[in-house]
């Protein structure tokens, strides 16, 4: 596949664990700078998707593309782990849990990677940092460790730590789900100006509002298939099937 506008493709996406198939064919195009949001059902395959777009599942058939790039080429031992490597600094991902190392302070958190993976020196690794830092609007909070900053707050050094790697695509697995209600917003707000800045975003969330208005297309997912995918006008307010319809009464009741 040669490089154009198109930076993720899968094309028939399968992923069995024993006889139990989660993901049943699946495809996707994202093209560069868009925002593509995955919603469906707890076990219909959203997270298990995501996570198999930069290989930390490995899975039963089908393609991954990034920017030209086929991610799960057919290699073995050395060559493989060379390749998926450096297709991982490729993709800034963001989980759950902030899995933000303890005992390294937020600036830390953010810069070890650029220095031990790609090269930088502390100072270009700390003056980027910063910035990122102020980007998600924790300035004064480089030299915390991470016991002491709230879960909003960790989340936010996490996205940090993500962009500093300067990758072509951010993947979010329920970046807030973990997160009390009332520090949901300062995340959002974060992924909200990677959108505006034209990041290419892949986002799995249970926020069917936030889904709305962030995306440029939305992907309904159920028991491992694609139900429907389209615009967020046409799947939030015109939705055509049944079973999309059907869950979104029930995530969008008020």
Known sequence: ???????????????????????????????????????????????????????????????????GQQVNRPLKGRAFEKHINQIRQQMGMVFQQFNLFPHLTALQNITIGPIRLKGLSKKEAEDRGKMLLAKVGLSDKGNVFPARLSGGQKQRVAIARALAMQPKVMLFDEATSAL??????????????????????????????????????VMFMDAGVVVEQGPPEEIFVTPRE?????????????
């Open 1 to 67: 596949m040669k490089a154009d506008s198109t930076m993720i493709k899968l094309q028939q996406i399968r992923k069995s664990y024993g006889n139990l198939e989660v993901l049943k064919g699946i495809d996707l195009s994202v093209e560069r700078g868009k925002i593509v949001s995955i919603i469906g059902p707890s076990g219909s395959g959203k997270s298990t998707l995501l996570r198999s777009i930069n290989m930390l599942e490995a899975i039963s058939g089908g393609e991954i593309w990034l920017d």
């Open 180 to 217: 009390d209600p009332e520090l949901v917003d300062e995340v959002n707000l974060v992924m909200k100006q990677l959108a505006s800045e034209h990041m290419t975003m892949l986002i799995v969330t249970h926020e069917m509002r936030f889904a709305a208005e962030v995306s440029d297309h």
């Open 242 to 254: 049944d079973r999309t319809k059907s869950f979104l009464r029930k995530h969008l009741a008020s």
